[in-house]
């Protein structure tokens, strides 16, 4: 069975850093292109960031640019978000996803970041 | 990048087809063929009913189905049932490297 397990969201201080992890089993990691998405409460899926299954490319929105970071360890099947200078923009369910091609699946159940004082 | 245009919300009656708009540009869905639609139950994760404007995941139900014409691409549900009530995104990959989603559109089934 496909699983990809979002952990690491919480509540943080605006100007704070969070580390976000997608725990993959089931498929081939390394074989995925790896993307995080993010869905503010009551509104739209945002295209956040991705990177290149043996993590040599990065990819990144402009409104993350500069401030978040993704990474994955492939003998780990982990991918990672470390967001950093966190603003109340941020606040949102944060997904990742496997791409293959051009398609999102699967995706994970999601991990909520509150960015509040 | 701004979001593709989706109408906010569509209903139908259950059996009737109904059909969800997605506009873009010339710099997303109107130059590649790489539009996927997935669709969303309130609290939950999406899921992939489209992808490449048309092809459907193994498995998944033949009263959806996808279509491009030009910047815009659609995204079609025939026979609608109640099941079928949640929100639809589209999204494309894009000339900068990047993805774009949707605005996103909620169907209720009336």
């Known amino acids: 069975e496909v699983q990809l397990v979002e952990s690491g969201g919480g509540l943080i201080q605006p100007g704070g850093s969070l580390r976000l992890s997608c725990a993959v089993s089931?498929?081939?990691?390394?074989?995925?292109?790896m993307h995080w998405v993010r869905q503010a409460p009551g509104k739209g899926l945002v295209w956040v960031s991705r990177?290149?299954?043996?993590?040599?490319?990065?990819n990144y929105a402009d409104s993350v640019k500069g401030r978040f970071t993704i990474s994955r360890d492939n003998a780990k099947h982990t991918l990672y978000l470390q967001m950093d200078s966190l603003e109340a923009d941020d606040t949102a369910v944060y997904y990742c996803?496997?791409?293959?091609?051009?398609?999102?699946?699967?995706w994970g159940q999601g991990t909520l970041v509150t960015v509040s004082s | 990048q701004s979001a593709l245009t989706q109408p906010a919300s569509v209903s139908g009656s259950p059996g009737q087809s109904i059909t969800i708009s997605c506009t873009g540009t010339?710099?997303?869905?109107?130059?590649?063929?790489?539009v996927s639609w997935y669709q969303q139950h309130p609290g939950k994760a999406p899921k992939l009913i489209i992808y490449?404007?048309?092809k459907r995941p193994s498995g998944l139900s033949n009263r959806f189905s996808g279509s491009k014409s030009g910047n815009t691409a659609s995204l079609t549900i025939s026979g609608l049932q109640a099941e079928d009530e949640a929100d639809y995104y589209c999204t494309s990959y894009t000339g900068s490297i990047t993805y774009v989603f949707g605005t996103g559109t909620k169907v209720t089934v009336l």
């Open positions: 990177i290149r299954g043996d993590g040599r490319e990065t």
């Open positions: 010339s710099s997303d869905v109107g130059a590649y063929n790489y």
């Open positions: 490449d404007v048309y």
């Open positions: 089931g498929l081939t990691f390394s074989d995925y292109w």
């Open positions: 996803a496997g791409v293959l091609g051009a398609r999102f699946d699967p």
